[in-house]
């Protein structure tokens, strides 16, 4: 069974910047490209991020390239989502997993309790 753990939200203002973490527990880590998704008050989760299993490729949301970078540590078993210059729409909770492929609108395994993050303008 898998575990996800995010952390990192938190309120800041915009321009600002924030680095989420994401440790997965329970599966071979470096087997699984993983993605980060976000959920918005009122609205449906979306993809943000992917990279694959070994870091060779990433894939974002339009609305956040150039602003958002996606890494991971295989050795840690965590995926990081470094957001910088971040705008009020940016606000939601903050959500990981594995994806089937890079451009996956679902994840692989239960969903996380998330991280919120808020955006004050």
């Known amino acids: 069974q898998v575990q996800l753990v995010e952390s990192g939200g938190g309120l800041v203002q915009a321009g600002g910047s924030l680095r989420l973490s994401c440790l997965v527990a329970?599966?071979?880590?470096?087997?699984?490209?993983l993605g980060w998704f976000r959920q918005a008050p009122g609205k449906e989760r979306e993809f943000v991020a992917s990279?694959?299993?070994?870091?060779?490729?990433?894939y974002y949301l339009d609305s956040v390239k150039g602003r958002f970078t996606i890494s991971r540590d295989n050795a840690k078993n965590t995926v990081y989502l470094q957001m910088n210059t971040l705008k009020p729409e940016d606000t939601a909770v903050y959500y990981c997993?594995?994806?089937?492929?890079?451009?996956?609108?679902?994840?692989?395994?239960?969903w996380g309790q998330g991280t919120q993050v808020i955006v004050s303008s």
């Open positions: 997993n594995g994806v089937a492929s890079m451009t996956s609108k679902s994840g692989l395994w239960s």
């Open positions: 329970g599966r071979t880590f470096n087997r699984y490209a």
């Open positions: 990279i694959t299993w070994n870091a060779g490729s990433t």
